[in-house]
């Protein structure tokens, strides 16, 4: 890990966020008066907040491989947890924009559970766990209802 951390390797998802932040600043340079340089500020603000994300989310993802391998007595070549780091971002990534798309398509604009199952339906192992997950939420969520519920009440008896 150490060997990879002070190099730069652009990845082929680095260079796509290069290129298409690229573009969006060309089209704000043609943008009459100054809401260019205001919209430019914000795009700049937030691809440098996607890279610090980007690399939190790294880090956490080698230090849950390198964990998992001493867990299991395995031996990782040090090319293949950035890889499997990258990975993980990009199809994290990709599930973001997916559950994303299927919440716009119910006419909502945020995600529920029933997004992020519907992302699964091509997993059935994972599909079975998140309806199991789900059905547990569900059957907290009337008891914690009923606390609340009590709560009030017991306030306004006082």
Known sequence: MDQTEG???PSPQGERERRR???KRAILEKMEGGEGAV???KLEEDEERTKLLRDRFR???ISI???EAKKQGMEIAGHVVPCIAELAFELTEQLAKDVELFAQHAGRKSVNMEDVILSAHRNETLLGLLRSFSHE???KEPQQTQ???K???NNEVS
């Open 7 to 9: 190099t730069h390797n």
């Open 137 to 139: 939420l569900k059957a």
């Open 21 to 23: 932040g690229a573009g």
């Open 151 to 153: 709560r009030s009440s």
């Open 39 to 41: 919209v430019t500020e």
């Open 59 to 61: 880090l956490s993802v």
């Open 65 to 67: 491989v390198e964990a």
């Open 147 to 149: 606390k609340k519920r």
